[in-house]
RNA sequence: CGGAGUGUAGCUCAGCCUGGUAGAGCGCUACGUUCGGGACGUAGAAGUCGCUGGUCCGAAUCCAGUCACUCCGACCA
């Protein structure tokens, strides 16, 4: 075990082990943000990618927008503002002076501008210059940007005061549009956690009280961490006409009406890395999945005498140049020689930890072999963790091989999500037991204490007191309803919404 | 912003109660033996004891103030 803490006996400790370990992020000089590092942002870079193109192929473009936004802007938005006041970074001056030897703002701004949160208010002002006509209509942009909360506790990757996200926004000319908008968005999201991260995902809708503020509709996914506790890893918002009526997005419709149009909005964060590693990660360190990881495979050199060097370097070489031509998830294969002086079981070691999907050692009783040494990260610890191979075979299954490892994480952790999600719990008093002592680690498979419940809610304004004093969360109102009549797990009044209730990040 | 705790070498910490030359392990550097499941030996470098002030012949140690961080609450992509 490489880390400090197991995921048993301390998952905090054990999530902040694997994150420092793995070399992908610390925390920064600057309070509540961090510093990503090559491993972390370069993960970042995959989501990025892989992302970027699904938007793309959905028919968004990228913009960028101004990271200031005139505080009068989130006032036209009651709820909006109402939502995120507790956690603005506010810029009132514009320079510095030296007064008495202390460096003290000074010239205040005529109008505080806010380090944006979100992006809804500044885009949608906009998008009332761009939008005249329906012919104008639909807008669909995305933008790649930094935000800003001033949240109080702040953890690597889940939550920093500053992150880096993905933030979709559209306008439509009629509402069925911009909800198909919304449920479509959505649905690039599931596909990406689960085909990119390996992280199954539950889809649903928010309750009225988890809504994005200012939204008439919040859709999510919701991933199980291997603590049980959910995470909320994409949302995607149906703001009807909320926007557009206070910045004014009005168009004129065919009938040469004017009328105000509807907007959405979506994103998902660099959270998705600590969602990813909550869900993948083990007691010896990060597990990446192929799709996303910076380098697929690894090459050590074992090198025991110097004069070894170059023979092995070649040999090296030779392999590197066949899997020139190999490719997985229909990208060319991302290769890494560590070539770096350093003792070779330290380097194997280290990529163990960061959690690259294969390890491969080369020494000099492979060149006679003509065959290599194959570690994968996922069977590390077990028998079956590593093998010797022929360089022919390895050159040619390769590519294959990260594919089947990324499809192995994810049905490990869709089983693990799906044994998980009870739903023969029926009665408050059973429910109010049960999450008593919930708060344990879940056996890695079938056998442990369950995380999620899956049961009925009277939608009454009442329960949002219950929940908070049993710190529980509703995740969402999953899409495949059942549609039958039970008792309300808070109140035991009679319901037929089906919810998620969970603990949560 | 409430409650608790911690600041001493790059990291983890001991020393503080009872004031008197700054310590350990890991890591780092060099050399040697090792090397395919996470080595060992020898030698070495490294600290304004968070910061400011006070008490004292003398402060890492006592006192006051201050800053930062961590954990628990409220908030959250």
Redesign the pocket.
Known sequence: ??MKATRKQNY?EWYQNVVSEADMAE?SVS?GCMVMKAWGYGLWERIQRVLDEKIKETGHENYYFPMFIPLSFFQKEADHVE?FA??MAIVTHSRLVNVDGKLTPASPLEEPLIVRPTSETIIADSFAKWVKSYRDLPILLNQWANVV?W?????LF???RE?L?QEGHTVHATLKEAEAETVKMLEVYRDFSENALAMPVLVGRKPEHEK?PGAIDTYCIEAMMQDGKAL?A??SHFLGQNFAKSAGIKFTNQNNELEYAYTTSW?????LIGGTIMCHADD?GMVVPPHIAPYQIVFVP?I??QEDSEKIMNYINNIQSKLKVCSAFGEKLRIKVDTRDK???DKV?EW??KGAPMVC??????IENDG??V?ERIF??QPE??KIMKTDDFVATAGKRLEELQRLMFVKAKERLEANVRTDITTPEEFAAYFTNSNEWIEDGKQGKVAFVRGKWCADPATEEIL?SMKITIRCIPFDQSDTVGKCLLTGKDATMDVIYARS?
């Open positions: 075990m490489a905090p925390n309070p939502g507790k956690e909360r949240e109080m506790r702040p953890r889940l939550r920093t992150f996200w994005f909320q994409g949302t994103g998902v964060s660099t959270r010896d074992l025991k005498k003792a070779s079981v070691w163990v930890r050692e080369i020494g000099l009783r492979d290599l040494m570690k590390i610890g963790g590593k908070k990040y």
